[in-house]
């Protein structure tokens, strides 16, 4: 698979092309066939979905929060969720589907048991989205299984992608990419923070360093390749106006097409190029300027607050907890709450701290939940 020579740093003559159905598809099982069909016809070479237990990635009150919004496809966010779900049954269409296309078929787990879910699948990769980047104890279940990742950045600082790399390598995994992004629907030009592919491919000199884009069009991606880029992930609609959240920031059929054109047509022997060299090749105005301004590391962005607070995952109890108990690890779970609490990658740092008073089951543990 190319996937894997380009994470062994092998030298290939492609860029590896992710079409995100995520939840695109409404639904609908028959309408995620077409659109892989669509991918394949248009040139990716993989299509991915996104796995979630629900119980497993959100809390109760999480998934019983009335969910208002012009996207939702139930009253709650439960109810929405579970619309957009597919059965064991309808992941293994999928996947029959996608062999008889030759077209790689995968998803990003997004919670331990849906990852459990993928590799009995057996998916060539597991992809990490962003909302889970600093969600340690996934990573590390992750990084024990015998699966190439790919690992997105967005909403996380510098210090936390140091982190995600030194925890692969603590688990001796090397087979792994990371992706720059940033979760922000649909990303300005000016936030899109390109040369974040360079900082990383300069820190990081033996990890294949990708992109997922949430921007608009299809030229600051082909920037991403040209400053190094091997792995390219974009969303991807049958069209723009549907409703749902990311289809607005998705690519339409056509727009694959002139995408997986451009970067077959790109001669990676020259890649990667500088700024300059990439806004007269792409032939680029304002707009590209601005994706590939000067940016010196890695921080969570203003224009991702809105997605942090919504899908950032925060430490929860995993059982009821009693006033003056001392936390295990066993204690804690990982999860989208409502309301939030310590954010995931301070999950280590609460082992043995006393909590000042009564947590039930699946509530946020919060800074002055416990005792310092
Ligand atoms: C961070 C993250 O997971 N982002 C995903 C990947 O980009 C998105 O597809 C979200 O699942 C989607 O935007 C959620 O929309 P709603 O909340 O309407 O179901
Ligand atoms: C959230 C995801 O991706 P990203 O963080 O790359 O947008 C995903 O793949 O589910």
Redesign the pocket.
């Known amino acids: 698979m190319l996937l894997n020579d380009i994470i062994s740093g092998k030298v290939v003559d492609s860029v590896y092309i992710i079409a ?1 159905i ?1 939840q695109n598809h409404q639904g609908c099982v028959e309408t995620a066939k077409k659109m892989i069909w669509e991918a394949k016809k248009a040139g990716c070479h993989c299509v ?1 979905f ?1 796995k979630s237990d629900l119980p497993a990635k959100f809390t109760r009150s999480a998934l019983d929060r009335e969910y208002i919004s012009d996207h939702a496809w139930g009253k709650t966010y439960g109810e929405h969720k579970e619309y957009l779900e597919f059965s064991k049954d309808q992941y293994l269409q999928l996947q029959a589907h996608c062999k008889e296309l030759n077209v790689d078929f995968t998803a ?1 787990a ?1 919670d331990e048991r849906s990852l459990e879910f993928l590799a009995d699948l057996n998916v060539p990769f597991i ?1 990490i ?3 889970d980047a600093n969600n340690f104890p996934l990573l590390k279940k992750a990084a024990n299984l015998n699966l190439p990742l790919v690992i ?1 950045t ?1 909403m996380q600082t510098m210090q936390t992608v140091e982190r995600i790399v030194q925890t692969m390598r603590e688990s001796g995994k090397e087979d792994f990419a990371l ?1 720059h ?1 940033v ?1 922000s629907y649909p990303t300005d030009p000016e936030d899109c923070s390109l040369q974040l592919i360079s900082v990383l491919r300069r820190r990081f000199p033996n990890v294949a360093i990708g992109y ?1 884009g ?1 921007e608009l069009g299809v030229v600051i991606i082909q920037a991403a390749v040209l400053l190094g880029a091997p792995i390219v ?1 974009r969303h991807f609609t049958p069209d723009k106006i549907q409703k749902g959240s990311d289809h607005r920031c998705s690519l339409e059929p056509q727009e694959l097409k002139a995408l997986t054109t451009a970067i077959t047509n790109f001669k990676l022997s020259s890649v990667p190029m500088s700024p300059q060299e990439i806004v007269q090749k792409l032939n680029g105005g304002e707009e590209l300027e601005a994706a590939l301004q000067h940016v010196e590391s890695k921080t969570i962005l203003p224009c991702e607050l809105p997605c942090r607070n919504k899908l950032g995952k925060s430490i929860v109890a995993a059982r009821n907890l009693n006033k003056g108990y001392r936390l295990q690890l066993a204690d804690m779970a990982i999860k989208v709450s409502e309301p939030s609490g310590l954010t995931a990658e301070d999950y280590l740092d609460l082992v043995g701290k006393e909590l000042a008073g009564n947590i039930g089951e699946d509530e946020p543990i919060l800074g002055s939940s416990i005792i310092n």
Do not use: D, I
Request: aromatic share 0%; glycine share 22%; proline share 0%.
């Open positions: 995100e995520g991915k996104q990003s997004m992809k989205g962003s909302g997105s967005g992706m992004c979760s997922s949430h992930e």
